[in-house]
């Protein structure tokens, strides 16, 4: 242990002798960094703000989707009202929302 305090002192006194260290910064350097680093904050700030108001407005568009429903029921199948020209009942199916197919609904 003492070895090891007497290496880590001998290294502070190299380094403290050692011209090519880096040299201690003014006072001006510091208030310019902290200069930058508030306008990198304040940036970070706004984006942070703007991303979670996305977040928040596409939040509230899926609450406001309609809920899927479940699988639709086809519309039943209704018989055509219209007769042939023997007299007959038509055999096919009325189109949907009317109560003919497409032959007889031109006719009615």
């Known amino acids: 242990m003492r070895t090891l305090v007497v290496c880590l002192?001998?290294?502070?006194?190299?380094?403290a002798q050692n011209p090519?260290?880096?040299?201690?910064?003014?006072?001006?350097?510091?208030?310019?960094?902290?200069?930058?680093?508030?306008?990198?904050?304040?940036?970070?700030q706004t984006q942070v703000?703007?991303?979670?108001?996305?977040?928040?407005?596409?939040?509230?568009?899926?609450?406001l989707k309609p809920l899927p429903l479940a699988a639709k029921t086809p519309p039943a199948k209704v018989r055509c009202a219209g007769h042939t020209k023997d007299g007959k009942r038509c055999s096919r199916h009325a189109e949907a929302?009317?109560?003919?197919?497409?032959?007889?609904k031109q006719r009615h």
């Open 20 to 44: 090519t260290a880096a040299p201690t910064p003014t006072k001006e350097d510091l208030r310019k960094q902290i200069a930058e680093l508030k306008v990198k904050a304040f940036e970070i």
């Open 97 to 104: 929302g009317s109560r003919y197919c497409w032959q007889h």
């Open 49 to 63: 703000e703007l991303l979670e108001a996305q977040l928040r407005d596409i939040e509230r568009a899926e609450e």
């Open 9 to 15: 002192a001998m290294a502070c006194c190299i380094a």
